[in-house]
Nanobody, 112 residues
């Protein structure tokens, strides 16, 4: 099964930016970003298709943008104008021939 490695999280002040990366060890098709804030359910943040098309949830559109590398195997999430309510564990999910795979999750903390 494909392995995923995430990077790029951390602590940032409100209004700042972060870029998350998720790199797959093999070929993948579609890929998603999810997040889970403390005490809340996991929610879908963005979807990225192999052709490069993307979709972000309405409430994050304009601040969060997902994209992929040229070789299609690295997924990015550019997060701008971050707010304290964006604090969560962010996780990528990729769809590979062997089935879906999840990243290990990465903490993003936005201070006010």
């Amino acid at each position: 099964q494909v392995q995923l490695v995430e990077s790029g999280g951390g602590l940032v002040q409100a209004g700042g930016s972060l870029r998350l990366s998720c790199t797959a060890s093999g070929a993948i098709a579609n890929a998603d970003w999810y997040r889970q804030a403390p005490g809340k359910q996991r929610e879908l943040v963005a979807q990225t298709w192999r052709d490069g098309s993307t979709s972000s949830i309405v409430s994050l559109a304009g601040r969060f943008t997902s994209s992929r590398s040229k070789d299609k195997n690295t997924l990015y999430l550019q997060m701008n104008s971050l707010k304290p309510e964006d604090t969560a564990v962010y996780c990528c999910k990729m769809y590979a021939p062997g089935g879906p795979a999840w990243g290990q999750g990465i903490q993003v903390t936005v201070s006010s």
